[in-house]
C-alpha cells in the first residue's frame, strides 16, 4: 500500500484517479486505503503552504469547533482549546492539570479514523524524530504515548501563545 501511495503522489492530481484504479484493479482494500489517504491529505493542505515565521498569530489559530476534548485531561495535562487541525488529526494548547509546577503544552493527536499502519508508523517516525532534535525554533518533545482519544505526542515551546484564546472573534 505504501508503495502504491508513494507512486500515486508523484503523478499530478488529474493523473492519480486513473492510475490508482489500474494498480489496484480488484484490490478494493488497497484502493480504498490508497484513496483514504489521497483525501486525508487534500484536506490537510501542504505545511509548507504556510510560511514558518513572519506569520502573525491570529492567522494560525483555530476557533474551537471541538468542544469535547476541551476541558478534557490527557495524563498530566488538562486541554485547554484548539490551536491547529490537518488531515490525520488536531494540535491542543494544554495546561498542567495537577498543582506540582505549571507547564504550558502542545498536544497533537491523530483523530480516529486515521490510525492505519502507516499513518500510526509515519506519526510514530515523526515521534523519534522530534525526540532526536535539539534546536531553539523546534517544539521539543516532552512525552508521547496512546489515549482512549488516539496517539498523542505532547511537545513544549508554547512561549507564543496563551491560555487565553486568541482566536478571530475571541
Known amino acids: 500500500m505504501e508503495e502504491v501511495f508513494e507512486a500515486v503522489l508523484q503523478l499530478p492530481p488529474s493523473e492519480r484517479s486513473a492510475y490508482v484504479e489500474d494498480v489496484c484493479g480488484n484490490d478494493l482494500t488497497l484502493r480504498n486505503q490508497v484513496e483514504t489517504l489521497l483525501l486525508s491529505m487534500e484536506r490537510a493542505g501542504s505545511f509548507r503552504e504556510v510560511p514558518t515565521f513572519g ?4 492567522d494560525t489559530v483555530v476557533e474551537e469547533t471541538t468542544p469535547t476534548l476541551i476541558g478534557k485531561r490527557l495524563g498530566s495535562y488538562r486541554i485547554e482549546r484548539e490551536i491547529g487541525r490537518g488531515g490525520m488529526g488536531s494540535v491542543y494548547l494544554a495546561l498542567r492539570a495537577d498543582a506540582e509546577f505549571e507547564k504550558r503544552v502542545a ?12 499513518i500510526v508508523r509515519r506519526f ?3 515521534r523519534q524524530i522530534l ?3 535539539d534546536h531553539p525554533h523546534i ?3 516532552l512525552d508521547g504515548g ?4 488516539g ?3 505532547v511537545s ?6 496563551s491560555a487565553r484564546s486568541t482566536a478571530p472573534g475571541s
Open 55 to 58: 506569520v502573525a498569530l491570529s
Open 107 to 118: 498536544i497533537k493527536l491523530i483523530k480516529r479514523g486515521m490510525d492505519t499502519d502507516f
Open 124 to 126: 510514530r517516525n515523526e
Open 131 to 133: 525526540a532526536s532534535l
Open 139 to 141: 517544539a521539543r518533545l
Open 146 to 149: 496512546t489515549t482512549e482519544d
Open 151 to 153: 496517539l498523542m505526542n
Open 156 to 161: 513544549a515551546g508554547m512561549k507564543n501563545l
